[in-house]
């Protein structure tokens, strides 16, 4: 476990074809669906959404509009979310006309950069003088970090490398400004972010320099005094949002070196950026202090501090992390973005080495508490994602003002809806790892990846109904006979599987949550997985107080919750016998075709109770019948309850 044995890469996503099912299913929505609605929402074209002023923002400071500045002061972003997700479509998906708005945004951008490299239009447009005397509130590195990360996609991409230029000389100037070098300032982000961009760049130019900045930034963190304390006292104590001052340095997990946090703290998303750019910089460097850091910081993350759903950040109060096994239902915040960080950071961490529990955690962030974000139709969005919903209290409740009760068109801090675009845009990357005589399948989706193994052309083929079925077909093709290994995970999940190979049956034994069959690989081989997925019950540890008593159901890769519209309100009254059934059944009408769980329960009965609060008698219970959908398909059909944990006796 010391050492960092594994040197996978991610698989180039031009070498990854999607063909057809369920997360193929997802990144169509976001071609055909997400990506012009977003790019309405952009330009102000969406009836009764809150205004983005994004795109104009840009056209003011490129000189081709007048008008003031809109929006949050970090709104560039969305701009570059967007653009990183049309690249990783177009990779894809060749398209004249996105490519046309998109190279139009970027001759936009271009106009609205300064002469020394500077790319920032609150500043350029508010606050001219201003300029890096606020890394703790306005996001300054934080839009440039997305920024680059848009540029390299579109490089990677289409092979055009105007935007490439653009953040290179805007990386250029912030590496002219921050380092050890005397002169330089000794800042670092309030919200991470550029460090995972700054690296994407070394590796997509070869520039040592940005690798180089990217751990500065990681060193500079958390040393005393406290870089954002020094800039405080430099303003004379101004502030652009004077709550972050209250929130303490721990918010942007700055309290402490990177290499000594062992706890999840702060604001979520912060964390799971900053995360990301320590696995990065530790597998490129070999810094086994930085990858031990990423161990403990995931163990407490996941162990301790993530949801059944695979939800991080629990605190509405700064959208961040609280303590050990502090996992409310209602009040929860577990920010859309904050999931998907889980995913760019578990991926990460399969990078750094193989083990199965970091594809179990990407699965489960992705198949659930990412997903719930985003409508069936692609146009409505959480930010919040809760894993119990009273809309009565959410309406009446101050402490639940920010649990909505349906998905809205847009919002005016619009992080999330980009953000998942530019996941599902990608998710073929996220399928498979590869190395020089490797190929690993993270996770089961009908897919293609294509390799080269000695200079062997290898086409590795997927077919499954995955995530409604655990039957997976996997073809092997090679254009000569090719010794490579194959790696295939067994997710945590799954207790019973079965592997065939042309045939007959593999005995095989997973390691780390991974099986790898190492052989020479013929034309036709073909190997047939079978994963055993029952009903599960799934119990809370004794710690969580929210869920003590409860029971909670899962199938494969997914959680389940019950939904008002199937069971009738008062959902905290159903009750679940221990030795209760329930049968799953795919139902193609519903909800784009889902599997649901359904059985008998019991319910609470109101006979008697009219008319008291209290009484000196157990209520009686009647039998009830239940039906359960997955969690990320929940309000797609109306405003009403939903649960995800139940009573169990």
Same mark, same amino acid.
């Given at each position: 476990m010391g050492e960092l044995r594994n040197r996978l890469g991610s698989a180039a996503l031009k070498a990854v074809t999607l063909r057809g099912g369920f997360l193929a299913g997802k990144s169509a929505l976001v071609r055909d669906r997400v990506l012009p609605y977003q790019w309405k929402a952009l330009n102000d074209e969406i009836p009764g959404a809150e205004p983005s002023h994004a795109i104009e923002n840009f056209r003011i400071a490129a000189g081709v509009s007048t008008g003031k500045f809109g929006g949050m002061v970090f709104q560039d972003s969305d701009v570059a979310k967007w653009l990183e997700a049309v690249a990783y479509v177009l990779s894809a998906n060749p398209d004249p006309e996105l490519e046309k708005h998109a190279d139009a945004v970027i001759e936009l951008v271009e106009k609205a950069q300064q002469s020394d490299g500077y790319l920032n239009t609150y500043f350029t447009l508010v606050e001219p003088d201003k300029k890096w005397t606020n890394l703790a509130e306005c996001h300054e590195l934080y839009c440039a970090g997305h920024m680059i990360e848009a540029a390299v996609a579109y490089y990677e991409s289409t092979g055009k490398d105007r935007l490439l230029r653009v953040v290179s000389r805007l990386a250029d100037l912030v590496d002219s400004k921050f380092g050890p070098e005397p002169g330089k300032l000794k800042g670092y982000p309030g919200h991470q972010e550029i460090e995972l961009a700054l690296f994407k760049l070394y590796r997509a130019t070869g520039t040592r320099k940005y690798l180089d900045l990217a751990r500065y930034f990681l060193d500079e963190r958390g040393k005393s005094p406290n870089y954002f304390d020094i800039e405080y006292e430099k303003r004379g104590g101004s502030s652009y949002w004077p709550l972050f001052r209250s929130f303490g340095s721990s918010y942007a997990q700055a309290h402490m070196p990177v290499r000594e946090q062992t706890a999840a703290i702060g604001h979520a998303v912060r964390a799971m950026y900053m995360y990301c750019a320590m696995a990065d910089v530790a597998a490129e460097t070999g810094d086994e202090a930085l990858a031990d850091a990423c161990r403990a910081l995931w163990k407490n993350t996941t162990r301790k501090q993530m949801y059944l759903t695979g939800g991080i950040g629990s605190s509405e109060h700064g959208q961040a992390f609280s303590f050990d096994y502090d996992l409310p239902n209602d009040t929860t915040y577990n920010e859309t973005c904050a999931s998907i960080g889980l995913v760019f950071w578990a991926h990460r961490m399969l990078h750094l080495e193989l083990r199965g529990e970091y594809a179990d955690i990407m699965e489960r962030a992705l198949y659930n508490g990412v997903l719930s974000g985003m409508s069936q139709t692609g146009g409505e969005f959480f930010y919040v994602n809760p894993l119990e919903v009273w809309p009565e209290a959410c309406d009446s409740r101050h402490d639940k003002r920010h649990v909505k009760t349906s998905r809205q068109k847009w919002f005016?801090?619009?992080?999330?809806?980009?953000?998942? /675009?530019?996941? +599902?845009?990608? @998710?073929?990357?996220? @399928?498979?790892?590869?190395?020089?005589?490797?190929?690993?399948?993270?996770?089961?989706?009908?897919?293609? $990846?294509?390799?080269?193994? =000695?200079?062997?052309?290898? &086409?590795?083929?997927?077919? &499954?109904?995955?995530?409604?079925?655990?039957?997976?077909?996997?073809?092997? #093709?090679?254009?000569?006979? /090719?010794? +490579?290994? $194959?790696?295939?995970?067994?997710? #945590?999940?799954?207790?019973?599987?079965?592997?065939?190979? %042309?045939?007959?049956?593999?005995? &095989?034994?997973?390691?780390?949550?991974?099986?790898?069959?190492? !052989?020479?690989? =013929?034309?036709?081989?073909?190997?047939?997985?079978?994963?055993? *997925?029952?009903?599960? !019950?799934?119990?809370? %540890?004794?710690? @969580?107080?929210?869920?003590? =008593?409860?029971?909670? +159901?899962?199938? =494969?890769?997914?959680?389940?919750? *019950?939904?008002?519209?199937?069971?009738?309100?008062? $959902?905290?009254? @159903?009750?679940? #016998?221990?030795? /209760?059934?329930?049968?799953?059944?795919?139902?193609?009408?519903?909800?784009?075709?889902? &599997?649901?769980?359904?059985?008998?329960? !019991? !319910? /609470?009965? *109101?006979?008697?109770?009219?008319?008291?609060?209290?009484?000196?008698?157990?209520?009686?219970?009647?039998?009830?019948?239940?039906?359960?959908?997955?969690? +990320?398909?929940?309000? %797609?059909?109306?405003?009403?309850? *939903?649960?995800v944990w139940f009573r169990e006796g």
């Open positions: 005016g801090c619009a992080c999330c809806p980009p953000n998942i /675009a530019r996941l +599902f845009a990608s @998710i073929g990357a996220y @399928i498979y790892s590869t190395a020089l005589d490797r190929a690993v399948v993270h996770l089961y989706s009908n897919s293609s $990846l294509s390799m080269d193994v =000695g200079g062997k052309a290898v &086409t590795i083929s997927q077919e &499954t109904n995955y995530p409604w079925s655990g039957l997976v077909r996997i073809a092997v #093709g090679c254009e000569a006979a /090719a010794k +490579f290994s $194959l790696g295939l995970r067994v997710p #945590g999940w799954c207790r019973k599987y079965s592997i065939k190979l %042309n045939g007959q049956r593999l005995e &095989t034994r997973a390691s780390e949550g991974y099986v790898l069959i190492d !052989r020479a690989w =013929g034309p036709r081989d073909e190997l047939e997985i079978d994963f055993d *997925m029952p009903v599960e !019950r799934v119990y809370p %540890n004794p710690q @969580i107080r929210e869920d003590a =008593g409860k029971v909670a +159901f899962q199938r =494969g890769p997914l959680v389940y919750c *019950m939904e008002e519209i199937d069971n009738g309100k008062n $959902l905290s009254s @159903i009750i679940v #016998g221990k030795d /209760a059934g329930l049968a799953a059944d795919f139902v193609p009408a519903l909800l784009g075709g889902v &599997t649901v769980l359904a059985g008998e329960a !019991r !319910r /609470a009965s *109101m006979e008697g109770w009219q008319d008291r609060l209290y009484g000196s008698e157990d209520p009686k219970r009647e039998a009830a019948s239940v039906r359960l959908v997955p969690y +990320f398909a929940w309000n %797609n059909r109306g405003v009403g309850e *939903m649960s």
